[in-house]
């Protein structure tokens, strides 16, 4: 069973089983997630692509931790000017597990 799904608009290739990170999704720790969008849908050789998406398919999985990513740096400069600035970010995300492909 393989699906692919679409989160916060970035796609995923994912399986039952699979720990995968995502965008941050706004959910606690130990909630369940649907993702009622799928791109595709692979069940013992029987592929279903969707026209844009799977109808009367969706991925549940359940959050396992949200945490920060690595700091980013933005430094910018402009020379003979005296400006310079240094902002940092740390961008959330989600890790989840997926527990099962099934139908609405």
Same mark, same amino acid.
């Given at each position: 069973m393989l699906a692919l799904i679409e989160a916060k608009g970035f796609q995923f290739k994912v399986k &039952?089983?699979?720990?995968?990170?995502? &965008?941050?999704l706004n959910k606690k720790e130990g909630n369940e997630v649907e993702f009622p969008v799928l791109l595709l849908k692979d069940e013992e050789g029987q592929v279903r692509v969707g026209t844009p998406y799977v109808e009367d398919a969706k991925v549940k999985a359940r959050v396992l931790r949200n945490f920060k990513g690595p700091k980013v740096l933005v430094f910018k400069f402009k020379r003979r000017k005296r400006y310079s600035v240094l902002r940092g970010h740390r961008q959330m995300f989600t890790e989840i597990e997926v527990e099962g492909l099934g139908s609405q």
């Amino acid at each position: 069973m393989l699906a692919l799904i679409e989160a916060k608009g970035f796609q995923f290739k994912v399986k &039952p089983g699979d720990r995968i990170i995502v &965008p941050f999704l706004n959910k606690k720790e130990g909630n369940e997630v649907e993702f009622p969008v799928l791109l595709l849908k692979d069940e013992e050789g029987q592929v279903r692509v969707g026209t844009p998406y799977v109808e009367d398919a969706k991925v549940k999985a359940r959050v396992l931790r949200n945490f920060k990513g690595p700091k980013v740096l933005v430094f910018k400069f402009k020379r003979r000017k005296r400006y310079s600035v240094l902002r940092g970010h740390r961008q959330m995300f989600t890790e989840i597990e997926v527990e099962g492909l099934g139908s609405q």
